[in-house]
Nanobody
Framework: VQLQASGGGLVQAGGSLRLSCAAS????????MGWFRQAPGKEREFVAS????????YYADSVKGRFTISRDNAKNTVTLQMNSLKPEDTAVYYC????????????????????WGQGTQVTVSS
C-alpha cells in the first residue's frame, strides 16, 4: 500500500494542525494504521494507532487528550487531529500501515508496520 501524508506546517504553541494520510494500492481496511514522529537526533516514536474497522485507538501518553486519530475506510484516509500543540511536538510525522492491526498497546512497535509514508514536517514555535 502507498501512503501519502500531508497537513504539516508551522504553528504557534497552543495551536492546532490536522494531518492526513491517503492510502492507495491495497484494501485499506485490512490494515491497522499508526502515526509516528521523529525529531532531529532522536529515534522514531509512536504517537497514535487505530484498528482496522472497530475504531479502537491507542495513544502515547505524551499526546493523550490532545491528539485524536481517526480513519475513513470509504475514503482510504487516516487523520491525526493535533490540538494544544507544544514545542516538543516538533518533528517529522509519519503515517504507517500494519497487517497486524492497530489500536492497542502492541501497536506502538515500529517493527509491526509494513508500509510507511514519506513524512510531513510539524514545527511548533514557542
Amino acid at each position: 500500500v502507498q501512503l501519502q501524508a500531508s497537513g504539516g506546517g508551522l504553528v504557534q504553541a497552543g495551536g492546532s494542525l490536522r494531518l492526513s494520510c491517503a492510502a492507495s494500492g491495497r484494501t485499506f481496511s485490512n490494515y491497522g494504521m499508526g502515526w509516528f514522529r521523529q525529531a532531529p537526533g532522536k529515534e522514531r516514536e509512536f504517537v497514535a494507532s487505530i484498528s482496522r474497522s472497530d475504531g479502537s485507538t491507542y495513544y502515547a501518553d505524551s499526546v493523550k487528550g490532545r491528539f485524536t486519530i481517526s480513519r475513513d475506510n470509504a475514503k482510504n484516509t487516516v487523520t491525526l487531529q493535533m490540538n494544544s500543540l507544544k514545542p516538543e511536538d516538533t518533528a517529522v510525522y509519519y503515517c504507517a500501515a500494519s497487517v497486524l492491526g492497530g489500536g492497542s498497546i502492541s501497536a506502538q512497535a515500529v517493527w509491526r508496520y509494513n508500509y510507511w509514508g514519506q513524512g510531513t514536517q510539524v514545527t511548533v514555535s514557542s
